[in-house]
């Protein structure tokens, strides 16, 4: 079995094809076991708006991948292009490096690792995890407090969120005689509120699918809540919307958006949507008044303070590639564990043979001192008899290399 990191990010796919390979987190245990029932050994899947990643043990990588066109019923030739296949020492290196916010859009930002620590989470109690890969999540979490703690990669850092404050301000200039609307209530909703409400706007709405969680957030941040049901008719009210659900078809739709900036009066409509599969269909943009941008529309912002970035991460590159080659001489030893045990238990046999005989030659009335001499000598000549018939084989360049391991195995100077 080898180690394999399969999928596609923000570098490697538009939009258009992530959301199309996203996993909703309530059906993510159900797809690792589906997954690992036939085509891994073990397995875990990171799924973000950046990136969908299937981290497995398997015999090839053809099967993982093969899995993940079928679940989403795609035709695996027009995923292809897209998709990256890491094998090894390649998958430890990205998985180090995504932890580590090497790989984000946002270079340095912390918000992946939680992301990834809940998709190992998820993963671990699926039961899809075995040895492997618990071992390179534990390491690879170690690594990331590692960078973070030694590197400035996480200083200067622009978040999604704080991008979209940006946006907004470029469009209204000052927020405060805005009215926003965040629609979800999780964590990136959450941390888009936050940077909202510290610029004061006139007003703010969670509308969500269950009331009660959308109270508890729009308490927090000092607004209101509402049912999503009745989006459609309130709609024109807000001036900023924001939007991350975990809903598999759009929300806000072109007539939804169409009718709002009907009664609006074509005053403008800031939207953000940071959901992957989008939650606002994507014909919006093209319509007057309405500035609709995706998590792909905002990589310009979050450049903002790179270049410091930058630099923290070529200090960071070096703690991951030190790390990795920690972790594959872990790999080798595990690789060998087979062949030692398989050794001992050879040897063992032999012990158990020759032990035989000796005890046997004892109730005959053998003298101790004859009897181990003879043991010695059997067990000795057993034990050599592999490497000297094997040497004595053995002719020109494999003889020398042969030697060679011989002398280094059993400490022998010449």
């Not at 890491?86 to 946002?106: Q, T, Y």
């Not at 807000?238 to 074509?266: C, N, W, Y």
């Not at 403008?268 to 609709?292: H, N, Q, T």
């Not at 941008?293 to 410091?308: F, S």
């Amino acid at each position: 079995m080898q180690l394999y990191v399969i999928g596609v990010n923000h570098t490697t796919a538009p939009i258009q094809i992530r959301e199309n390979v996203a996993f909703n987190s309530e059906h993510l245990g159900s797809a690792l076991r589906e997954l690992t029932s036939h085509d891994a050994t073990e397995a875990a899947i990171l799924s973000t708006c950046n990136r969908t990643e299937l981290y497995c043990s398997a015999e090839n990588p053809e099967k993982p991948l093969s899995w993940l066109s079928h679940y989403h019923k795609l035709e695996i030739s027009n995923l292809q292009p897209y998709i990256y296949t890491l094998p090894n020492d390649e998958a430890v290196k990205h998985a180090f490096r995504v932890a580590s916010g090497l790989d984000s859009m946002v270079l340095g930002e912390a918000q992946i690792l939680g992301q990834f620590k809940q998709s190992v989470k998820i993963a671990q109690d699926a039961g899809t995890l075995g040895t492997l890969l618990h071992k390179l999540f534990q390491r690879t979490f170690e690594v990331a407090k590692e960078v973070r703690t030694n590197t400035d990669i996480g200083a200067n850092s622009i978040s999604m969120a704080a991008a979209a404050v940006k946006l907004a301000q470029r469009i209204f200039g000052e927020i405060k005689d805005q009215k926003v609307l965040f629609i979800g209530a999780g964590e990136m909703i959450e941390l888009c509120a936050d940077h909202f409400a510290a610029q004061k706007p006139k007003s703010m709405m969670v509308a969500n699918r269950t009331l009660e969680r959308g109270t508890a957030l729009a308490e927090k941040i000092g607004g209101q809540a509402m049912l999503l049901n009745d989006l459609p008719s309130r709609l024109s009210e807000f001036d900023i919307v924001i939007t991350s659900t975990a809903s598999q078809l759009p929300i806000v739709g072109l007539g939804m958006v169409e009718s709002a900036i009907k009664a609006r009066r074509h005053r403008p409509i800031f939207m953000v949507d940071l959901a992957v599969p989008r939650d606002i269909e994507a014909e919006v943009a093209e319509l007057d008044d309405v500035f609709l941008y995706t998590v792909d529309d905002l990589a310009q912002v979050v450049a903002d303070g790179i270049v410091n970035r930058q630099e923290a991460a070529v200090d960071a590159e070096l703690i991951v590639s030190a790390r990795v080659e920690h972790f594959m001489q872990w790999v080798k030893k595990r690789d060998a564990v087979p062949t030692i045990k398989a050794l001992r238990d050879q040897a063992e046999v032999t012990r158990q043979a020759e032990l035989e005989k000796a005890l046997k030659l004892i109730q005959k009335g053998e003298s101790a001192e004859k009897v181990l001499e003879a043991l010695s000598n059997a067990l000795t000549n057993k034990f050599l008899h592999a490497p000297s018939h094997a040497l004595n084989r053995a002719h020109g360049e494999e003889h020398a290399k042969l030697e060679d391991v011989i002398k280094q195995l059993y400490q022998i100077k010449s």
